[in-house]
């Protein structure tokens, strides 16, 4: 099926300019009510990652969808009106949920008036994030492609020093100097983080376990992780799938892929086909 893509903007309600890919099949007639959001991992944009592959491979099959950048994307960029400092080194989790109500307010103006949420790794957490506190009744299903335990006590499992840096990030944040970089681990690399970022990303407030989110998201969830990934990525999909409930939520383990489905797209994109069908009938 031919498709075509379409470079996209859109600005928040407090100002922030953000951009994305538009996925359509090109020869469709018919008038198409459902789009896909799909939201990256952190430091990730709308252009690289699995999404991007996996809209254009959707809109082959006949589905709509929009890959857009939040404001953490990529580790440090433009942000506000081009003069200040975003990306992931800088963002506030909390963010997320005006830069997905303008991209659906987006997709609104486009015809589109179903939605289903598609995150990879911190995308997920965003996904979930939203939709549990939105509760948007247009919002008809969520798709986590990897979410990350990266709430406190689980990073402070899986990693022995990981106190002693958000101690650190936390000191920095009581004594106003929330600006400040650190250097931390993230996703079994290092990462650059303002001591604030880090603190909204990874804190004791653990906001960011979202499985309370996914047992109040009030559509169906589909959760997939590959098999190849940190034990923690099979584990958590398993845990969300269970809080979204029997009827609601699913899951999906994908044979010897990594986080990024490197050559396995193409069994993400099936699972996903498939999973549509329930949102369709």
């Not at 893509?5 to 859109?10: D, G, K, Q, V, Y």
């Not at 004791?204 to 990525?233: M, Q, W």
């Amino acid at each position: 099926m031919t498709i075509s893509t379409r470079l996209c903007e859109f600005t928040t309600s407090d100002g922030e300019r953000l951009a994305g890919l538009h996925f359509q099949p090109a020869d469709q007639e018919r008038a198409v009510e459902l789009a896909l959001l799909m939201v990256h991992g952190v430091a990730m944009n709308f252009y690289t990652g699995p999404l991007p592959i996996i809209g254009q491979a959707l809109a082959e099959r006949g589905y709509h969808s929009l890959t857009i950048n939040t404001r953490g994307h990529d580790w440090i960029s433009k942000a506000g009106d081009l003069t200040a400092f975003g990306g992931a080194a800088y963002e506030n989790l909390d963010d997320c949920l005006l830069d997905i109500d303008g991209a659906l307010e987006w997709l609104g103006h486009q015809g589109y008036c179903r939605y289903v949420l598609v995150g990879h790794s911190l995308g997920c957490i965003k996904s979930l994030l939203y939709q549990g506190t939105r509760q948007r009744a247009n919002v008809v299903g969520v798709i986590s492609c990897s979410a990350p335990k990266q709430f406190y006590s689980a990073r402070a499992m899986d990693q022995p020093k990981f106190p002693e840096f958000m101690a650190q990030a936390e000191k920095l944040v009581a004594d106003g100097k929330g600006e400040e970089f650190l250097w931390a681990p993230v996703g079994g690399a290092t990462g650059l983080f303002s001591a604030r970022t880090y603190v909204s990303k990874y804190g004791t407030h653990e906001k960011n376990d979202v499985r309370p989110h996914a047992g109040r998201l009030g559509c169906p969830l589909l959760t997939i992780a590959g098999s190849a990934e940190h034990p923690y990525f099979p584990a958590y999909a398993k845990e969300l799938a269970e809080a979204a409930g029997q009827k609601l939520g699913t899951y999906r383990i994908v044979e010897g892929a990594n986080h990024l489905y490197d050559n396995h797209e193409s069994d993400v994109i099936e699972i996903i086909v498939q999973w549509m069908g329930r949102i369709e009938s």
